[in-house]
């Protein structure tokens, strides 16, 4: 039975063979997902390379859906030959993985070309199983939604698509040094958003630029918050200031020194750079701070290339600030989540942040953030409550920013406090539910909602 079922799953044996019978959900709700995540896996290692908040967006999604009865199957590209063809991440998620492309060293501006091999093994999938057997197919980033849109057509199932970050919005908050989005991805973008039955946005700012941008219909936009594992991410039982104490002593960090920390890819827009002209500012202005200072920069080169983490580096080392920066290769959540207790603040003067789910996770740990005001942090971080917002880029005003941290310990326990009570009200359990709320919508809109006798159509043609 169900053994046997999972274990044909792990050694990806194909499931053909009678339907299985499934009771209608009252609820409208799909049974089972096909999830696109073409350029990134969920089971690779989030903060460096192509893997960052997406993909654990789509791991803590994938595991809540399926919580709820909501089956999840993750496609994406195999970048190795030994990857077994599907593995179960948890119970009811499944990651297959689609030969497309060579495995190892396919830059994510190449990947257009693979996306007919990658669109292929999707549809294979299909085939290898009885018809139904996905009721919906979810995408994420605009190379998903490509594929996402032919599968979802293909099979008459509704598609609903995750942008995460646009190529229009990207482009105009570009940092210096960042080359621009093409064009090509810019109309592939606007191809998904026609096609798509439901858009789902992090925040009502990025709807409002699915609008402006994209000029999306508005009845197709819902806004789902995306949430943070609080049971990774917690303060210490025994509170903050002792869960700080401790988490240093772990980390081989001093008690008692000032810790603005930077977690994240090591990229222009991400911005790093103005953290360590902003630290090397204050250490001009106090100069007694250096000997109690530490600024930990979490996280590896972004897959775009851009900027290798030698660029920050050289950079610390021209500012003169080498012996206070500690630059850390990315680490597992278990670990990350004690580099944001050991933190004073977490520092995140992004120029463009689709979200920013950093600046939660840290908060969720009692960690109050400085962030740039822009795009998503300001629904991430409420500013003078759980944080500090700081408009533009400008590094005197982080510096400043920072010694308020420095200067004001009891403010900076309130806004600890504060800060986990804002981090609670992102749990990923409110996410699922909100977007299998978007997936009901999703098939009502295709006329399936009410499967009460569970039959279907299949073969639904293209959207209007
Ligand atoms: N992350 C991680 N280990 C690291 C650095 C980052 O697991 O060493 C994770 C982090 O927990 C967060 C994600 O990577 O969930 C980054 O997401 P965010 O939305 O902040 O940025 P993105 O990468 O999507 O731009």
């Not at 609080?230 to 210490?236: A, G, S, T, V």
């Not at 222009?268 to 500012?281: E, F, G, H, M």
């Amino acid at each position: 039975g169900l053994e046997a079922l999972q274990d044909a799953r792990i050694h990806g044996s194909t499931l053909v063979g009678p339907p299985r019978m499934r009771p209608p959900d009252a609820h409208g709700r799909p049974r089972r997902v096909a999830m696109l995540s073409v350029h990134t896996s969920p089971l690779h290692q989030p903060g460096t390379g192509d893997a960052g908040g997406m993909n654990v967006y789509i791991v803590e999604l994938a595991k809540r859906l399926a919580a709820i009865d909501i089956e999840v199957e993750i496609f994406t590209r195999a970048t190795s030959a030994a990857l077994p063809p599907s593995v179960e991440l948890a119970p009811g998620v499944l990651v297959r993985h689609v030969a497309a492309g060579p495995y190892e060293g396919l830059a994510k501006e190449d990947l257009p070309a693979q996306l007919c091999a990658f669109t292929h093994g999707v549809t294979q999938a299909w085939a290898d199983h009885r018809p139904g057997h996905y009721d919906l197919v979810h995408s994420h980033y605009w190379l998903s939604g490509h594929v996402g849109r032919l599968a979802a057509q293909r099979w008459g199932v509704p598609l609903v698509h995750a942008m995460h970050t646009m190529a229009k919005v990207k482009n105009a908050n570009l940092a210096d040094g960042d080359t621009p989005e093409p064009a090509a991805r810019v109309l592939g973008e606007s191809q998904v958003v026609r096609a798509a039955d439901r858009l789902i946005a992090n925040t009502e700012k990025e709807a409002d630029e699915l609008l402006r941008y994209y000029d999306a219909d508005t009845g197709r936009v819902a806004v789902v918050h995306p949430g943070v594992n609080l049971e990774r991410f917690r303060p210490d039982a025994r509170g903050a200031e002792a869960g700080r104490a401790a988490a240093r002593s772990r980390l081989g960090l001093p008690q008692d020194a000032l810790i603005p920390l930077f977690v994240g890819r090591i990229q222009p827009l991400k911005a790093p750079d103005v953290l360590l002209c902003a630290v090397a500012r204050l250490l001009e202005e106090r100069p007694w701070l250096r000997e109690r200072i530490v600024v930990p920069v979490v996280g590896g080169p972004s897959g775009s290339g851009l900027a290798r983490p030698e660029g920050l580096q050289k950079l610390a080392a021209r500012l003169g600030i080498s012996d206070v920066v500690l630059f850390r290769p990315p680490v597992g959540q278990e670990r990350l989540a004690d580099w944001y207790r050991a933190a004073s603040v977490l520092v995140m003067p992004s120029h463009s942040e689709s979200f920013g789910l950093v600046a939660v996770e840290a908060q969720a740990c009692g960690t109050p953030v400085i962030a740039a005001d822009v795009g998503g942090l300001p629904v991430a971080v409420r500013d003078g409550v759980s944080g500090v917002l700081v408009p533009g880029h400008d590094p005197a005003d982080y510096a400043r920013a920072l010694c308020g941290f420095a200067d004001d310990p009891a403010r900076s326990a309130r806004l600890s406090e504060a800060a986990v009570r804002h981090a609670r009200s992102f749990g990923w359990a409110t996410a699922a539910a909100a977007t299998a709320d978007v997936y009901t919508a999703a098939l009502l809109r295709r006329g399936r909602g009410s499967r009460v006798d569970g039959s279907r159509t299949v073969g639904q043609g293209p959207l209007p």
